[in-house]
């Protein structure tokens, strides 16, 4: 293609800047949606330096969406290099942190503005399905965007009273300072919301950013930054590079002028990832990685609502969830009748193209992750699972597996302590009488994301809740994240919040000053 400049008004109506890029036009979703496909670096979207290729692909129809450039380590360093500039010499810097802030409310603004074209790319890259993306993929993260642009400047230190230097005294105090330039690498399930809870923590702090998302969904991030552009974020605070985490996530994490990494994704390569950062240059780190959050159905609980949120809890997002209950305890007395009534409200689910208004359900996000949950079934069952619904991939165009629930899951089942990522139920009883060992048997895992329980009884609730070694505890509801409260495993599950006031810490370092006078 040709590169064309595409003049968007802002939200006044006011014309003016433009950005230039090759465009990929599609018609789709009743809307011509356009959006570049290169990498942006310093303000430009460009090629790589070899000028390889990609594509990504539509998991609805398994076709190719478009072509992107393959980074090169060359493109990283030419990134890092901007992120550099942009951060010790540029107008990022001067910026007071109230005008920072404005920038980024109006990156939000633009967000909302054009959300309708970035949900469909949600759905045509990741398979989201369309409306879930306009409210959690998209919506959530116009939410970030606005909630740390109003962190700017309120982002403070301390007066702190030390002893004195008699006959002199002394003045204490401490400045919250950005680190420098940031990597981050985020995952495929929910790719424009994986960037948004770090980037925007990570800029509110006045840091730049390199940021490399999952090569399976890269056109989001793309769209998300020639929005930025418009929204008058300089040339080198953003940089997105496409391309693949073992050469491309490895250089960032290994590059000498980078000072920290944000990472989600797998609890593997989140280890990888952290002994980079160590040999290298000692960069600061955090990791949100894998879960297999239990959640405990008491025979007290409200049970229609927990029918609901049991599905909800396994099954949002056609399971591509970090959070998702992996490990459903269903009180014996009840175990049978809630069993059934789960594989009923499992039928419910309307599976069909993400587009769709009435669908539910879409298809799983690439092929590789698809083929995994067809063996995850197996093996479970080749350990004694029971299929009460679905388990195995549509016959069908696109990459569809139904909502599943196996139940009979033994301690020693390996679907008891291992991550499925999809939407695969795992059900195992417990005694109605025994807290204690539900309880023990809810923390033997080595993630520790995500927990729920439902019960009316509110006093075990908050024995429970307080139990349970996990980062984020839900009683009598399930999947209620918001921008405002931190988010963040424990254990293998990884360490550092996203969202919240606590996601500053993530992207600041203190510097204390002490002055005699
Ligand atoms: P990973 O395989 O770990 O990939 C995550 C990201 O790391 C991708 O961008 C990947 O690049 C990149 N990467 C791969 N190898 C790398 C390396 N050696 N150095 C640096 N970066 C590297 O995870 P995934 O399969 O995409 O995502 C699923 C996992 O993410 C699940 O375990 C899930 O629980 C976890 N997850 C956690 C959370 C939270 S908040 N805790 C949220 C979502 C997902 P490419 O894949 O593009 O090559």
Same mark, same amino acid.
């Given at each position: 293609?040709?590169?064309?400049?595409?003049?968007?008004?802002?939200?006044?109506?006011?014309?003016?800047?433009?950005?230039?890029?090759?465009?990929?036009?599609?018609?789709?979703?009743?809307?011509?949606?356009?959006?570049?496909?290169?990498?942006?670096?310093?303000?430009?979207?460009?090629?790589? &330096?070899d000028? !390889?290729?990609? @594509?990504?692909?539509?998991?609805?129809?398994?076709? =190719? $969406?478009?072509?992107?450039? +393959?980074? #090169?380590?060359?493109?990283?360093?030419?990134?890092?290099?901007?992120?550099?500039?942009?951060?010790?010499?540029?107008?990022?810097r001067?910026?007071?942190?109230?005008?920072?802030?404005?920038?980024?409310?109006?990156l939000a603004?633009?967000?909302?503005?054009?959300?309708?074209?970035?949900?469909?790319?949600?759905?045509?890259?990741?398979?989201?399905?369309?409306?879930?993306a306009?409210?959690?993929?998209?919506?959530?993260?116009?939410?970030?965007?606005?909630?740390?642009?109003?962190?700017c400047?309120?982002?403070?230190?301390k007066?702190?009273?030390? &002893?004195?230097? !008699?006959?002199? @005294?002394?003045?204490?105090?401490?400045?919250?300072? =950005? $680190?420098?330039?940031?990597? +981050?690498? #985020?995952?495929?399930?929910?790719?424009?919301?994986?960037?948004?809870?770090?980037?925007?923590?990570?800029?509110?702090?006045?840091?730049?950013?390199?940021?490399?998302?999952?090569?399976v969904?890269?056109?989001?991030?793309?769209?998300?930054?020639e929005?930025?552009?418009l929204?008058?974020?300089?040339?080198?605070?953003?940089?997105?590079v496409?391309?693949?985490?073992?050469?491309?996530?490895n250089?960032?994490?290994?590059?000498p002028?980078?000072?920290?990494?944000?990472?989600?994704?797998?609890?593997?390569?989140?280890?990888?990832?952290?002994?980079?950062?160590?040999?290298?240059?000692? @960069?600061?780190?955090?990791?949100?990685?894998g879960?297999?959050?239990?959640?405990?159905?008491f025979a007290?609980?409200?049970?229609?609502?927990?029918?609901?949120?049991?599905?909800?809890?396994?099954f949002?997002?056609?399971g591509?969830?970090?959070?998702?209950?992996?490990?459903?305890?269903?009180?014996?007395?009840?175990?049978?009748?809630?069993?059934?009534?789960?594989?009923?409200?499992?039928?419910?689910?309307?599976?069909?193209?993400?587009?769709?208004?009435?669908?539910?359900?879409?298809?799983?996000?690439?092929?590789a992750?698809?083929?995994?949950l067809?063996?995850?079934?197996?093996?479970?069952?080749?350990?004694g699972?029971?299929?009460?619904?679905?388990?195995?991939r549509?016959?069908?165009?696109?990459?569809?597996?139904?909502?599943?629930?196996?139940?009979?899951?033994?301690?020693e089942?390996?679907?008891?302590?291992?991550?499925?990522?999809?939407?695969?139920?795992?059900?195992?009883?417990?005694?109605?009488?025994?807290?204690?060992?539900?309880?023990?048997?809810?923390?033997?895992?080595?993630?520790?994301?995500?927990a729920?329980?439902?019960?009316?009884?509110?006093?075990?609730?908050?024995?429970?809740?307080?139990a349970?070694?996990?980062?984020?505890?839900?009683?009598?509801?399930?999947?209620?994240?918001d921008?405002?409260?931190?988010?963040?495993?424990?254990k293998?599950?990884g360490?550092g919040?996203?969202?919240?006031?606590?996601?500053?810490?993530?992207?600041?370092v203190?510097?204390?000053?002490?002055?005699e006078?």
């Amino acid at each position: 293609g040709e590169n064309i400049d595409i003049v968007i008004r802002n939200l006044r109506g006011e014309g003016g800047i433009s950005v230039t890029y090759d465009p990929i036009v599609l018609n789709v979703n009743n809307m011509e949606l356009k959006f570049p496909h290169d990498q942006f670096i310093d303000g430009k979207f460009v090629g790589s &330096s070899d000028g !390889r290729t990609f @594509k990504t692909i539509n998991p609805a129809t398994e076709k =190719p $969406i478009c072509e992107l450039p +393959l980074a #090169t380590v060359a493109d990283v360093d030419r990134a890092v290099r901007a992120a550099k500039k942009a951060f010790e010499r540029g107008e990022w810097r001067q910026m007071s942190a109230r005008e920072r802030g404005k920038r980024l409310y109006k990156l939000a603004e633009l967000m909302e503005e054009h959300k309708e074209e970035l949900a469909t790319l949600e759905s045509l890259d990741a398979g989201a399905v369309y409306t879930l993306a306009l409210k959690t993929h998209v919506g959530m993260s116009i939410d970030v965007w606005r909630y740390f642009a109003g962190w700017c400047d309120k982002i403070q230190g301390k007066t702190i009273p030390i &002893s004195n230097a !008699r006959p002199n @005294k002394n003045l204490c105090l401490t400045l919250r300072e =950005p $680190i420098g330039v940031v990597g +981050l690498i #985020t995952p495929w399930n929910y790719p424009l919301m994986m960037l948004s809870w770090k980037m925007a923590a990570c800029l509110a702090a006045g840091n730049t950013v390199v940021h490399k998302p999952a090569q399976v969904t890269p056109l989001t991030a793309l769209k998300f930054a020639e929005l930025s552009v418009l929204a008058g974020i300089p040339p080198g605070v953003i940089n997105i590079v496409t391309g693949s985490g073992s050469l491309v996530g490895n250089r960032l994490t290994a590059h000498p002028d980078v000072r920290k990494i944000g990472f989600t994704g797998s609890t593997e390569i989140g280890a990888t990832v952290m002994e980079s950062c160590a040999k290298s240059n000692i @960069k600061k780190v955090s990791l949100e990685l894998g879960g297999k959050s239990p959640l405990i159905i008491f025979a007290d609980a409200d049970l229609e609502k927990a029918v609901k949120q049991a599905c909800g809890a396994v099954f949002f997002n056609k399971g591509e969830n970090c959070i998702a209950a992996g490990r459903v305890f269903i009180a014996k007395s009840i175990h049978d009748d809630f069993v059934k009534k789960l594989v009923e409200e499992a039928k419910q689910y309307q599976i069909g193209d993400p587009l769709d208004r009435s669908t539910a359900h879409g298809p799983q996000n690439h092929l590789a992750h698809l083929n995994k949950l067809v063996e995850y079934v197996e093996k479970a069952v080749a350990g004694g699972a029971k299929v009460e619904v679905g388990g195995k991939r549509l016959e069908r165009e696109g990459l569809y597996f139904p909502p599943t629930i196996l139940s009979n899951i033994d301690d020693e089942n390996f679907a008891a302590s291992e991550e499925s990522f999809g939407p695969i139920m795992c059900v195992s009883s417990f005694d109605d009488d025994d807290i204690e060992d539900v309880l023990r048997r809810a923390n033997d895992t080595e993630f520790g994301l995500a927990a729920g329980v439902f019960t009316r009884d509110s006093s075990k609730s908050l024995r429970v809740a307080e139990a349970l070694h996990a980062g984020t505890v839900f009683v009598n509801t399930y999947q209620k994240t918001d921008v405002a409260a931190p988010f963040g495993g424990f254990k293998q599950s990884g360490f550092g919040k996203d969202m919240g006031e606590e996601a500053l810490n993530e992207y600041l370092v203190t510097k204390t000053i002490t002055i005699e006078y």
